[in-house]
């Protein structure tokens, strides 16, 4: 028996002995293990530096808790595990409503702040300011004053109840059939609308009659009455009140550890007057109710020591506050205890419960599970609340817009101011007034106020975060976007394919060589060895293979990779990140040695069926005798019939190689294909429309001097490469009575939703022309139609005249030529009929009509691969004359009133797609008819537009055009294009600021390009890693097979050669051989690509027959780098003929007698 020392002796002599076979398995383990280690560690890098990349601009954190009170955060800390949390105390508001706060020892990490200048605070003195530092206040060791705020606005004071409470003396002796209070409070009632106030929004405040009121509601309506009127009311008997509504303040101050506390307090003060209210002396009952709001606040002085690189821009807070300044803890405690000194004091002041922002955050795959895990804490007791709009005004003061329900449960919003944590709401549209509520208040549901109500807290959950993140409680979109697991899936993918490829190379090849070996396992086998040592053999074998191809492969794929990070972090403008995911790399390591293993088991299991008779001595055949033919004189031997007959002769191996080729072929045509059309997405939805890095919006349509100031300043942020201005009138009125039956595109949309449906883009206008000769103005509309008193059927009776006139919503967007004169060129390389009069285009004489491209879903497209797949709407011709229609909205306390212009433009060009790039916005989804023209028109339908705004006024006419007037004032958009190497962070920020410098608003498009961009790059690599495996694994049994081939006919060879046949001879029939089969694989692999796009284009994508190849060559290969398709095709003919001429050359090079008895 042999001992397993001497197995494994034996397994190493027999490696030896077959070297070339041991070098060729062991080439191909490594190979494996090479794409491995390669494939998982430049996806593990591009994963990590795309996430580097967005931690940088957005945060570490992954989910925040925005307001948490004490014991929610302390019930964070129990729920949160396996994840770092950092907790950041408020200390306070300012009295510009800037948030101070602290820091622990997790936060500047969590939060990723950036300290640009000095160091954060040590001492109770000391502070750290977010700020650029181009402010002379905002420099290193300069001095600082920070006036803190707090306002504890009693809840019970600004409900209903709280008013009646106020006034309860009174009621005892407000009888409700008191005819003198009924009829004055209905005279108060009347004037405010009738039996009904019917606000903006169209909902009700009250019954619709006073008599429909229960006792609550009108005593509800008679304190919102004497508070709001504040005159004095005749009672029953002969009681008589005075002052209503008289408001006092007072002021005092205390002191607390070396500061000055000033409290003021504002209170309502009520008189009141008769025998029956005390009446004692006749002065009767005067006195305070109680206090309204109480307002804490003192001044402290902070040296500045640090500079933080402002941040709130990018982060995805949604207007919640962040804090603009950094304490120490310390000093964080003794704002707490300050603000609660006067509770000494004024027993009335509740508790001030301290609030503070939770960060928390695990690993990078953890945002959603953090999420769920403290949803629970944030949604405890927590069932309504307000949404605020905040609005920044200036001099410490803001203001905005909160959301609630009204009594029907639609939104309705109510503007507020505010100075510090306080917040006055005004209901402006029903009655005049206001009440106090803080932040906190509306955020928690607990204000109320008449007719509006808290919003129901919807339920959540991190999908829907992902979706519409609105709460307190938020998660990190932007730093950990839902797809942020597609790495892991390339990864996955990357295993599993190249662990299936090295199964089927390691088995292919040990099969092979096990054949070969089959006589000498059949001989070790008859000396004795048992099925079991044979077994331990092999296993020795594999053993060793393993044991050198692994560390060997890993150990190059780390090297390879570690070049390739450093060669493709010059694309990215942060540099790329080396990285390793131990755990998906191990994954692929044990992927790849089970495949081995299972490879090396499967065909060890050949070796055991291997009997010894046919191993070691095959019986020969019985040569069956048969009576000679007589000799024909046969055709003379050339080259090509010597070729045919050798595959012929070797059919086995010759398909085999035949495959072997074809695969090859097969795998390279593939990878070049998928790696370009990898940047498919990117190139529709980024490249093609030319889609802007940031666009941003006024609300209104700026004036000349104003834009080309705005010009300036944009291009004076660095890494802005260009800019796109233009004005816009959107959601014209077109009328369409004549365009409607000529369009099928307008026809389709009209069946599908007429006017009178929710997002309807056609509506009913009524007889204009009469409405504006007798009124000289435009009048009243009502969803979906406009009503217009008749003048020849005016009886008095108020009933309109409706003339139903089918109009269609369209956009006018008007370009500066001088400004952008490039625009010219691009329309006019666009046009597909009619010509440009430049002059009465910009006089807004004529337009351009963009009539785009639309499928069967009325999906529009300006995209020139879609022309074979959409339809063009041929009902817009050149010569017809549109009538616009603009409406510009008033807002009064009752209603919204509408005035209309008209003009009419003549079309003089049509534009379909675009025959190369897009133009942004054109290629934007387009609608069904967009005008290109000049600004006169759009100066003439709005007439209130051309304005110049400042910061305020631009952002609260932003809220009111969303709320109550849409495009009254046009538009103006500015399309801003980066330098695609730009430091993203630094020119977000840039542009963020100078944006809110002016009110606008920005849409960032920046990150969600580059993300696009990177997904195509990580896909790209994906599939040229796994062809590159792919090639070279077969590559490398091609060159094994071919050499095998040779070595089989040797004995062959060697009577040819004894026949005659030179070197020369053998090396010409090998071209002869490889170069048609070369090419064949060539065109079937060719052929079955164009298929399979065939396949795809006919049959999913229903593209006509008549237009496939165009419809093909701009979809599939627009772009395609047909110079590498053409280089490899090429290297691949001549390295199929080099790797079949290479083995016959040394076989062709040794004698006839040594390769016959071979």
Request: net charge negative; hydrophobic share 40%; with cysteine.
């Amino acid at each position: 028996m042999l001992k397993r020392k001497n197995i494994r002796h034996i397994a190493l002599s027999a490696m030896r002995g077959r070297k070339n076979d041991t070098k060729l398995l062991l080439f191909v383990i490594i190979l494996v293990f090479l794409f491995i280690s390669l494939s998982q560690i430049l996806l593990a890098s591009i994963a990590k530096t795309d996430h580097v990349r967005r931690t940088d601009l957005y945060g570490t954190w992954q989910v925040m808790f925005h307001g948490a009170s004490e014991e929610k955060t302390k019930a964070l800390r129990k729920e949160i595990k396996d994840a770092s949390l950092s907790v950041l105390p408020i200390a306070g508001y300012t009295q510009d409503n800037r948030l101070i706060a602290s820091f622990d020892d997790k936060t500047m990490a969590l939060g990723n702040f950036k300290l640009k200048e000095g160091r954060l605070p040590e001492a109770p003195d000391e502070i750290a300011m977010v700020g650029s530092g181009n402010d002379a206040e905002l420099s290193i060791g300069s001095t600082v004053t920070v006036k803190y705020l707090s306002d504890h606005t009693l809840k019970h004071y600004t409900s209903s109840e709280s008013i009646l409470d106020q006034y309860a003396p009174l009621y005892p002796y407000l009888p409700l059939n008191d005819m003198r209070i009924v009829r004055e409070f209905e005279q108060w009632w009347a004037e405010k609308g009738g039996s009904i106030i019917k606000g903006v929004a169209g909902y009700e405040t009250y019954p619709r009659n006073l008599s429909e009121c229960t006792a609550l509601q009108y005593r509800a309506l008679f304190a919102q009455w004497m508070l709001r009127e504040s005159v004095p009311g005749s009672l029953a008997g002969a009681y008589w009140t005075e002052q209503f509504g008289k408001k006092t303040t007072s002021n005092d101050l205390i002191g607390y550890e070396g500061i000055t506390i000033t409290i003021q307090r504002l209170m309502r003060e009520v008189s009141y007057y008769g025998d029956e209210f005390g009446g004692y002396d006749g002065n009767g009952l005067e006195g305070y109710a109680k206090p309204w709001f109480t307002k804490v606040q003192f001044s402290k002085e902070y040296k500045v020591t640090g500079l933080i690189e402002p941040y709130e821009e990018r982060w995805d807070t949604e207007g919640f506050e962040m804090p603009s300044a950094f304490v120490t803890p310390e000093e964080c405690q003794f704002i707490h205890n300050a603000m609660d000194a006067p509770r000494e004091k004024f027993i009335e002041l509740p508790p001030y419960e301290p609030q503070s922002i939770v960060l928390f955050a695990g690993s990078p795959k953890m945002a959603s599970s953090l999420y769920e895990q403290g949803l629970p804490v944030y949604e405890d007791g927590l069932t309504k609340r307000f949404k605020i709009s905040k609005l920044q005004k200036g001099f410490g003061k803001y203001g905005g817009y909160i959301t609630g329900l009204d009594r029907e449960g639609n939104e309705v919003s109510l503007p507020y101011e505010g100075e510090g944590g306080l917040l006055k709401v005004e209901h402006p549209y029903q009655f005049r007034g206001y009440v106090y509520t803080t932040v906190e208040q509306l955020r928690t549901g607990t204000f109320y106020y008449e007719s509006v109500f808290p919003m129901p807290i919807p339920t959540l959950s991190a999908d829907k975060a992902y979706a519409s993140n609105e709460e307190p409680y938020r998660i990190n979109r932007y730093a950990y976007p839902p797809d942020t697991d597609i790495a892991v899936q390339l990864q996955t993918v990357m295993s599993v394919s190249l662990s299936a490829v090295s199964f089927c190379a390691v088995f292919l090849i040990s099969l092979t060589q096990l054949r070969r070996r089959s006589k000498r396992i059949a001989l070790t086998r008859a000396i004795g060895a048992s099925k079991g040592q044979t077994v331990k053999l092999l296993a020795w074998e594999t053993w060793y293979q393993l044991a050198f191809g692994v560390p060997l492969g890993l150990l190059i794929g780390f090297i390879l990779s570690f070049i390739a990070v450093k060669i493709f972090g010059a694309s990215y403008s942060v540099g790329m990140v080396f990285s390793i995911d131990v755990g998906a790399l191990i994954l692929g390591i044990l992927g790849g040695v089970i495949s081995v293993l299972f490879s090396m088991a499967l065909s060890g299991l050949y070796a055991m069926q291997i009997p010894l008779i046919s191993g070691a001595e095959k019986a020969p055949k019985k040569i069956s005798e048969k009576p000679r033919a007589k000799l024909r004189k046969r055709k003379k031997m050339t080259r090509l019939s010597l070729v045919r007959r050798e595959i012929t002769f070797n059919r086995g191996r010759s398909l085999a190689a035949f495959a072997l080729s074809f695969l090859l072929i097969l795998s390279t045509i593939l990878a070049v294909f998928l790696g370009s059309n990898s940047f498919a997405r990117w190139r529709e939805i980024v490249y093609l429309p030319d889609k802007p890095d940031y666009v941003v919006r006024v609300p209104y349509r700026v004036s000349k001097t104003f834009l080309e100031e705005i010009m300036e300043e944009i291009g004076s942020i660095t890494d802005i490469n260009r800019i796109i201005p233009y004005h816009a009138g959107e959601n014209l009125s077109l009328m369409c009575e004549e365009l409607l039956p000529k369009s099928p595109r307008l026809t389709l949309e009209y069946e599908k939703n007429p006017p009178g449906q929710s997002g309807s883009a056609f509506s009913l206008t009524g007889g204009f022309n009469e409405a504006l000769n007798y009124y000289k103005r435009d009048l009243y509309r009502e969803p979906g139609m406009d009503e217009y008193l008749d003048p020849d059927q005016d009886d008095g009776s108020g009933k309109p005249k409706v003339e139903e006139v089918t109009s269609v919503f369209v956009d006018l967007l008007c370009f500066d030529f001088d400004l952008y004169p490039a625009v010219k060129d691009f329309l006019e390389e666009a046009l597909a009929e009619g010509d440009v009069d430049w002059e009465r285009l910009t006089k807004g004489e004529t337009c351009l009509v963009l009539s785009p491209l639309y499928d069967d879903e009325l999906q529009s497209s300006t995209n020139r691969n879609d022309r074979h797949l959409f339809y063009r709407d041929n009902g817009v011709e050149v010569g017809d004359v549109f009538l616009l229609k603009g409406h510009t909205q008033s807002v009064d306390e009752v209603e919204v009133d509408v005035l209309t212009r008209e003009n009419k433009v003549e079309v003089s060009g049509i534009i379909h797609y675009f025959p190369d790039r897009g133009f942004w916005p054109l290629s934007d989804e387009p609608k069904h008819l967009t005008l290109i023209s000049g600004e006169p028109l759009l100066k003439s339908l709005y007439h209130l537009s051309g304005k110049r705004m400042d910061a305020y006024q631009s952002a609260l006419f932003e809220i009111m055009s969303q709320l109550f007037q849409p495009d009254c004032m046009g538009k103006s958009y500015f399309c801003l294009f980066a330098d695609p190497k730009a430091e993203g962070g630094m020119l977000d920020i840039a542009v963020h600021q100078w944006a809110a410098s002016h009110g606008f608003h920005v849409t960032d498009y920046r990150m969600a390009n580059r993300s696009l961009y990177t997904d195509a790059q990580s896909s790209m690599l994906m599939t040229v890693l796994l062809a590159a495996g792919v090639i070279f694994i077969t590559l490398t049994i091609l060159v094994n097979t071919n050499q095998s081939t040779a070595e089989a006919n040797k004995k062959r060879t060697g009577i040819l050669q004894a026949i005659g046949l030179t070197k020369k001879d053998f090396l010409v029939m090998q071209v002869h051989r490889a170069l048609p089969s070369a090419l064949i694989a060539l065109l079937l692999s060719h052929g079955f690509v164009a298929g399979v796009l065939v396949i795809i284009s006919v049959i999913f994508e229903g593209v006509s027959p008549r237009v496939l190849i165009p419809h093909m060559a701009e979809t599939f290969f627009w772009q395609y780098p047909w110079t590498i398709h053409a280089a490899l095709c090429i290297l691949f003919v001549v390295l199929s003929v080099v790797i079949a001429v290479n083995p016959m050359r040394k076989v062709a090079s040794e004698s006839a007698i040594d390769n016959i008895r071979d």
